[in-house]
Nanobody
């Protein structure tokens, strides 16, 4: 069982940056592939980024490619999402997710554990 707790969300202006963190419980964090998803008001939850167990492989949605960077520190049981060049369209609740497996997936049904979400609001 893995428990995930996100932090780092907030209200920021267009063009600025935020770094989200996702702290995982348990001693087997390195066995899990991790992902970030987001849900904007009135929209379905969508994939943002994913990272494999070691951090050596990552994948991004086209909408964030070149602006967001996913990373992880297995020694700290923590996943990160560095968000640069934020836009109003990035406004959403951001969720981290863990998958019991070393390879990442982009579909949320492949993830076993979810955090409670952290709100990111980007003002124009």
């Amino acid at each position: 069982q893995v428990q995930l707790v996100e932090s780092g969300g907030g209200l920021v202006q267009t063009g600025t940056s935020l770094r989200l963190s996702c702290k995982a419980s348990g001693r087997t964090f390195g066995r899990y592939a991790m992902g970030w998803f987001r849900q904007a008001p009135g929209k379905e939850r969508e994939f943002v980024a994913a990272i494999n167990w070691s951090g050596g492989s990552t994948y991004y949605a086209d909408s964030v490619k070149g602006r967001f960077t996913i990373s992880r520190d297995n020694a700290k049981n923590t996943e990160y999402l560095q968000m640069n060049g934020l836009k109003p369209d990035d406004t959403a609740v951001y969720y981290c997710a863990a998958r019991d497996g070393i390879a990442y997936y982009t579909l949320q049904e492949h993830y076993n554990y979810w955090g409670q979400g952290t709100q990111v609001t980007v003002s124009s």
